[in-house]
């Protein structure tokens, strides 16, 4: 099973500015990464899949870079709407979640 | 529009059974594999059971393996998840999700989610 480990657990951001978040797999999972959002009380929703490209909908500010074992989601200038947890997930190998970031208000 | 809802979920007994159903829209049901994923209080997010287009193939994450029978009615456009010997650890949030074009293993759309809480 391959690992999927998010940091950091908790990121403390202000309106306006940019958030980076990683994740990182045991074992390479090529581009098969994609990342969700998911608000309190909602179901997670497809922000980026193939490891950077944006679902539909979802805004530019929301790029993912990264391949093989090392992966960034990137949120430009955040938004009030953007605090929320962000999972990650590999799809190369069969699937496995990471445990999540939850970015705050600071 | 796509649309996944589940139902079926509420509080048992250790011990006990559970049966969920997911009804889908908006999409060709039998043309996509179907997924459960299951969220617990307070934790992440927790891959169940996976299902092939036509049924013929099953997927069980080790931890409700022999415990959880997954399956589907593509006439019917519904799928469902049976929970039998139900524990305390499978009190979550269970979603029905979607997999992406071209049979991808991601999840381009999830259900509103059901609860399930396994308490006496």
């Known amino acids: 099973e391959i690992v999927m480990t998010q940091s950091p657990a908790t990121l403390s951001v202000s309106p306006g500015e940019r958030a980076t978040l990683s994740c990182r797999a045991s074992?390479?999972?090529?581009?098969?990464l994609a990342w969700y959002q998911q608000k309190p009380g909602q179901a997670p929703r497809l922000l980026i899949y193939?490891?950077?490209t944006r679902a539909t909908g979802i805004p530019a500010r929301f790029s993912g870079s990264g391949s093989g074992t090392e992966f960034t989601l990137t949120i430009s200038s955040l938004q009030s709407e953007d605090f929320a947890v962000y999972y990650c997930?590999?799809?190369?190998?069969?699937?496995?979640f990471g445990g999540g970031t939850k970015v705050e208000i600071k | 529009e796509v649309q996944l809802v589940e139902s079926g979920g509420g509080l048992v007994q250790p011990g006990g059974s559970l049966r969920l159903s997911c009804s889908a829209s908006g999409f060709t049901f039998s043309s996509y594999a179907m997924h459960w994923v299951r969220q617990a209080p307070g934790k992440g997010l927790e891959y169940v059971s996976a299902?092939?287009?036509?049924?013929?193939?099953?997927y069980y994450a080790d931890s409700v393996k022999g415990r959880f029978t997954i399956s589907r009615d593509n006439s019917k456009n519904t799928l469902y998840l049976q929970m039998s010997s139900l524990k305390a650890e499978d009190t979550a949030v269970y979603y029905c999700?979607?997999?992406?074009?071209?049979?991808?293993?991601?999840?381009?759309?999830w259900g509103q989610g059901t609860l399930v809480t396994v308490s006496s």
């Open positions: 074992q390479s999972v090529s581009s098969n």
């Open positions: 999700v979607k997999v992406g074009p071209k049979s991808k293993n991601y999840f381009d759309y």
């Open positions: 997930q590999q799809y190369n190998n069969w699937l496995s």
């Open positions: 193939g490891a950077s």
């Open positions: 299902i092939s287009t036509n049924g013929g193939n099953t």
